[in-house]
């Protein structure tokens, strides 16, 4: 009987509180990677999402619980209102993957009495049970407040992405194409609207087949629809990532902001040319490029229209960047591996 109850306990559901935010200036690929993520951890769980953002219900459709934060409240106050619902929910385990957090979130996490898992991208204060970094960066792997780096899983082989990305055969296909994939945030946006304005490199014949992708929380939408229509541009939004696998698959080239999209695509083995829209996107693109995995336009000039086209060329005419195998599509399952081995000490100790 006590080794039936043994059992029985230890497939308990796991009370998991993740604090994610999805949205224009957030972006929607930690919500991406996070709901990924738990569709391969095997152990049972009791999820609650605790964040800002609309966007949130598009990526945690069945069995979870939503806690919306006030968008415009501070990331220390959001730690401190997520801390709460943890403690009233009674939380097992907690899971971060929310950028902008401080010393002093991460201290506050620390100090609670849950066990805690960190998704970070840049390294620093970070205190927590585990932490997972995909990044390719050596330096964005130092975690000083980490003892003897117990617990830090990182570098490519621990890239969060999903599976399909690198289940994809990338081949040159005999008529040229183009993938444009948009991030998020301000300067994202602005971008979409160059590529498309009076500017745009796109006004050429060389390119007669452009199929554009923005995110969900893509601002303006119509009026970006209005514009990739008037230069042929087929313009999609929100597609699933399996789609998005195959549009990587299937083109000549993509032209694609920084974040998890330049992952994806070394993954797919797709010819990449990466506009790193935001200043911390800058040193990672130039690994990158250093390493002929791909392509740079550089921070100042993705917004040079005549730069873009030229780029492109280069690409169309010479496809050769390697990705070297350093990304190979299986970081989440190696994760969510760990995690459910984490979850077992959990319910064991419990």
Known sequence: MDSEKDAADKSDPIRLFIRLDAGHHTGLGHAA??????????????????????????????????????????????????????????????????????????????????????????????????????????????????????????????????????????????????????????????????????QSPFLSPLYPKITMVVGGAFPETEALKLACEKLGISLRQNIPQSQLAHLLGQNSCALITGGMIVYEALASGCPAIIFPQEENLIRETDWFAAHKMALNLGYEGGMDMNLVGKMIALSYNNPTCKTQNIIDGKGIIRAARIIDEFCATINQGS
Request: with cysteine.
């Open 33 to 198: 990677r996070v709901s990924e993520m738990l569709r391969h951890i095997t152990g049972p769980l009791d999820i609650h999402i605790c964040g800002a953002g609309a966007q949130l219900s598009l990526f945690f459709t069945h069995n979870v619980t939503f806690h919306f934060l006030a968008e415009s409240a501070s990331e220390e106050q959001k730690c401190a209102n997520f801390l709460n619902l943890a403690k009233k929910h009674k939380a097992d385990l907690l899971l971060i993957d929310q950028p902008g957090q401080t010393a002093k979130t991460w201290q506050a996490y620390h100090n609670s009495a849950f066990p805690v898992i960190a998704i970070d991208d840049y390294g620093g204060a970070v205190q927590a049970d585990m932490i997972f970094n995909g990044t390719i960066l050596n330096e964005y792997h130092h975690y000083p407040l980490m003892p003897e780096n117990d617990g830090l899983y990182c570098g490519g082989e621990y890239a969060l992405l999903n599976p399909v990305f690198g289940a994809v055969n990338w081949t040159e296909p005999t008529s040229k194409s183009l993938l444009i994939v948009i991030g998020g945030g301000d300067r994202a946006a602005g971008w979409a609207a160059a590529l498309t304005g009076d």
